[in-house]
């Protein structure tokens, strides 16, 4: 396992204060409670598999956005909050600036963006751009910094960047276009597809995001295409691309599995380890079908070789009689995510016309979904555990000091990205999250009992002169000034029995880390 040294102050330049690392260092430990034992007694085999390759990542550098929190008008804070891991001070300051049109459109040119503070701490990492040749060298020695890069990587961007919409739009083609991250080969090619295949394209085309999807050596090899030949085409592929990418289940036969298969036989793996293409999409006409096919009532002349593939990749995405489908299955998962889990059917018609004017594009459907109308009458979400994690985060400057330990406490609520294994991506709704509390509770507790690996500044709760402030502080960080009156009052009879000392702050804040108004979004 590689080891990076691992910064033990935030730089002030960037936000950070000597007190933060002061204060955590000085938080009193209660009966049985230390974060040595926390973690042991949470602590799940499968997250600690990737937890182990994880240690000893660089800092992150924090924004400095510790000035008042703005009170925003309903509509630019649910858009806030629909288009981030979690509001913080900055995107707050930087939504009432703009207004609700002009913020939407600022998150939807993503590439505009000043991220300076994490593309700084990202260009510490060294294996972000490697090729596969490169990246397969280096776990060959033994030397996983690879892996361990892309999650630290990826939590960065979730918690601290200001290309909060993209980040959103990453994690939601990622569960869509799901890989799981310990099947075979995957710790060397997951990171690229997620660097080449969802990054690339997260707010591009969806026709353009299918194709690199289609060639993207990861999935070929997850789900089986890449062994794929004549004679003996798997079809494990060709079904998840209509059920699980594309039309959806119920419109599509088997038969179309079948063809489909074909017409994909021959797409696969550069293999050759002395090349430097290797690991990269390869057609291998020797292995491809080159008798005709029918798919979808659509005929895919013979004696063709790659280019059938492409047609089927076309039909699914953007032949009139096809593409609504497709335009409907992406559009109805795009209200949910954004929406609510149980959106109008208004509202996906107009994201499916968004998608057919435009050719699948992206952001067209966004601009549906996240208009102000529809957002003012979307319901509450409910945060999954990655979201609620980060949300967290964001809610005080600080720092990841040990990615490790943070996906290992993500990985106790059963959310560590890339790691659902079915192809179908980790469920997104309240449902399948909401009877699983217990580690959302403790992530709480986790959060300001921890032993450095995450640095939030608690400065100000220290400092708060009084109960009221203390209180007044928290319903600004965590609640944006709309904590309910009855979860203050909770909280004010929890502190009022003893004085206001350090150790019932920290407790208090627990509670409001993992109260049930916190859950929600």
């Not at 260092?25 to 994880?54: D, H, K, N, W």
């Not at 981030?84 to 963006?113: K, P, T």
């Not at 330990?405 to 469920?427: Q, S």
Request: glycine share 6%; with cysteine.
């Amino acid at each position: 396992m590689v080891e990076t040294e691992v910064e033990t102050e935030v730089p002030k330049e960037c936000g950070g204060t000597d007190d933060a690392v002061e204060v955590l260092g000085r938080l009193p430990e209660g009966p049985g409670l230390t974060s040595a034992g926390i973690l042991r007694a949470m602590r799940a085999p499968s997250a600690a598999a990737v937890a182990s390759l994880l240690a000893g990542c660089p800092t992150q550098e924090p924004f400095n956005p510790d000035g008042p929190m703005p009170v925003l008008p309903e509509s630019l804070k649910r858009l806030v909050a629909r288009v981030s891991f979690g509001i913080n001070r900055e995107e707050a300051v930087r939504a009432l600036e703009l207004g609700y049109s002009a913020y939407l459109e600022y998150q939807l040119d993503h590439l505009a963006i000043d991220d300076g503070p994490v593309d700084r701490s990202l260009a510490r990492f060294s294996t972000l751009d490697d090729s596969p040749l490169r990246r397969w060298r280096a776990l060959e020695r033994g030397d996983t910094t690879a892996i361990y890069e892309f999650y630290a990587a990826t939590f960065l961007r979730g918690a601290y960047g200001r290309r909060t919409l993209f980040e959103r739009m990453v994690e939601f083609w990622s569960d869509h276009f799901n890989i799981f991250f310990e099947a075979e080969a995957q710790q060397l090619l997951k990171p690229l597809d997620d660097r080449d295949v969802i990054r690339r394209h997260a707010l591009g085309a969806f026709p353009a995001l299918l194709r690199a999807s289609a060639q993207s050596p990861a999935m070929l090899l997850y789900l089986n295409n890449a062994s794929s030949q004549v004679g003996a085409p798997n079809q494990n592929y060709a079904r998840e691309l209509m059920e699980l990418h594309t039309v959806g289940v119920d419109n599509f036969t088997q038969e179309d599995v079948r063809e489909v298969a074909r017409a994909l036989t021959g797409w696969s793996i550069d293999y050759n380890i002395n090349a430097a293409s290797f690991g990269s999409f390869k057609f291998y006409p020797e292995l491809h079908d080159f008798e005709e096919k029918l798919v979808l009532g659509k005929r895919l002349a013979a004696g063709r070789g790659l280019v059938d593939g492409e047609d089927v990749l076309d039909l699914l995405s953007l032949d009139p009689d096809v593409a609504p489908m497709t335009a409907r299955f992406i559009g109805r998962k795009l209200a949910v995510h954004f929406w609510g889990y149980d959106p109008p059917e208004a509202l996906v018609e107009e994201i499916v016309g968004a998608y057919l004017n435009s050719d699948g594009d992206i952001k067209a459907m966004l601009r549906v979904v996240l208009r102000e109308d529809w957002l003012m009458q979307a319901p509450p979400k409910l945060k999954r555990p990655y979201h609620y994690a980060l949300s967290a985060l964001r809610a005080r400057p600080g720092s990841i000091k040990r990615y490790d330990e943070l996906a290992y406490i993500i990985g106790t609520m059963e959310h560590l990205p890339f790691n659902w294994a079915p192809p179908n991506g980790y469920p997104d709704s309240a449902a399948y999250w909401g009877g699983y509390l217990m580690p959302r509770w403790t992530y709480g507790i986790w959060l300001v009992y921890q032993e450095g690996a995450v640095d939030l500044d608690w400065t100000p709760y220290r400092e708060a002169a009084d109960l009221e402030s203390f209180l007044d502080r928290i319903d600004a960080d965590f609640f944006q000034h709309a904590m309910p009156a009855e979860h203050r009052a909770a909280l004010a009879d929890f502190l009022a029995p003893a004085p206001l000392d350090l150790f019932r702050r920290v407790e208090t804040l627990s509670l409001a880390i993992g109260s049930a108004e916190f859950q929600w979004y």
